[in-house]
Nanobody, 125 residues
Framework: QVQLVESGGGSVQAGGSLRLSCAAS?????VGWFRQAPGKEREGVAD????????YYADSVKGRFTISRDNAKNTVYLQMNSLKPEDTAMYYC?????????????????????WGQGTQVTVSS
């Protein structure tokens, strides 16, 4: 098990940027960012394998969001540029410490068994 703490959320105008951080208490194998807007289901945004650096993005954020990692700090970042009002949501990071989650598709919540508490992102028009 690993504990995850998200930070960096806030309020920003459309077109602005935010950088979210996900600090883990130890080693992670695969880390994903998810978001959930009021009244909507949680959806995957981006994920990264911390060893290889391989990344994957949802179509809705491709070209605008960048996921990266700093393994020395056990931290994964989500740089969000060109934000839109529809990006407004609670953002969660999730992690797994083994490859067992690889049985599921990328950005599937089922890949992960460790979740943070979330950080709110609000984008105004």
């Amino acid at each position: 098990q690993v504990q995850l703490v998200e930070s960096g959320g806030g309020s920003v105008q459309a077109g602005g940027s935010l950088r979210l951080s996900c600090a883990a208490s130890g080693y992670t194998y695969n880390v994903g960012w998810f978001r959930q807007a009021p009244g909507k289901e949680r959806e995957g945004v981006a994920d990264i394998f911390t060893g290889s650096g391989n990344t994957y993005y949802a179509d809705s954020v491709k070209g605008r969001f960048t996921i990266s990692r700093d393994n020395a700090k056990n931290t994964v970042y989500l740089q969000m540029n060109s934000l839109k009002p529809e990006d407004t949501a609670m953002y969660y990071c999730a992690a797994t410490v083994s490859s067992v989650g690889n049985a599921y598709p990328r950005l599937s919540q089922n890949r992960y068994n460790n979740w943070g508490q979330g950080t709110q992102v609000t984008v105004s028009s």
